[in-house]
């Protein structure tokens, strides 16, 4: 049981816009700004697509973006292409000093 | 760019202990700024934090609850890497496990690629 709640699906067609939740606790999504996302194909190591709730490292298309309201943090993509098919998992940073994540999503690009 | 290779065996027995090691190019064990930690993913579990190590003028470590009285991080500055010790493993504990470095902030930037650790007998 993961201590972040993420859909377990989502989908979309190509050009289309979809939004993945992360849904938490006041104990970390909510008190702090420290969500990050990753994205991760099978056999790969996860790749960091967003930190700090919003922000994208150097390199990430400026497709994905990040938001936060309260408990809940978001995940979209925006023109969605085949090679954003993979699964995606949020994390947050904790009251306790600790990590937690989510169940992570899998998109699939229809 | 900072790199993690991990290594370690795959298959450990029951009752026994699981050992991984993450070496570290482009960045150093013993950077002011940086934490080093163990993550695993398992179908039951999901995503775990199992612990960091890291120094500020000395080294520091902190685990999960869950893992906090069988595992051991540790620092190897010689070689440039940390390791996972877990003690008396079960067949729950079997996972990937992933090695993974915060930088500078709350996320963890760079990702060992992932090692497979299967608890049978």
């Known amino acids: 049981q993961s201590a972040l709640t993420q859909p377990a699906s989502v989908s979309g067609s190509p050009g289309q816009s979809i939004t993945i939740s992360c849904t938490g606790t006041s104990s970390d999504v909510g008190v702090y700004k420290y969500v990050s996302w990753y994205q991760e194909h099978p056999g790969k190591a996860p790749r960091l697509m967003i930190y700090?709730?919003?922000n994208r490292p150097s390199g990430i298309s400026n497709r994905f973006s990040g938001s936060k309201s309260g408990n809940t943090a978001s995940l979209t993509i925006s023109g969605v292409q085949a090679e954003d098919e993979a699964d995606y998992f949020c994390?947050?940073?904790?009251?306790?000093?600790?990590?937690?994540f989510g169940g992570g999503t899998k998109l699939t690009v229809l | 760019q900072v790199q993690l290779q991990q290594s370690g065996p795959g298959l450990v027995k029951p009752s026994q202990t699981l050992s991984l090691t993450c070496a570290i190019s482009g960045d150093s064990v013993s950077s002011n700024s940086a934490v080093w930690n163990w993550i695993r993913q398992s179908p039951s579990r999901g995503l775990e934090w199992l612990g960091r190590?890291?120094?500020?003028?000395?080294?520091?470590?902190d685990y999960a609850v869950s893992v906090k009285s069988r595992i051991i991080i540790n620092p190897d500055t010689s070689k440039n890497q940390f390791s996972l010790q877990l003690n008396s493993v079960t067949p729950e504990d079997t996972a990937v496990y992933y090695c993974?470095?915060?930088?500078?902030?709350?996320?963890?930037?760079?990702w060992g690629q992932g090692t497979l650790v299967t608890v049978s007998s």
């Open positions: 190590t890291y120094y500020r003028s000395k080294w520091y470590n």
């Open positions: 700090d709730v919003s």
């Open positions: 994390s947050s940073y904790t009251r306790s000093s600790t990590w937690v």
């Open positions: 993974a470095r915060v930088g500078i902030g709350y996320y963890f930037d760079s």
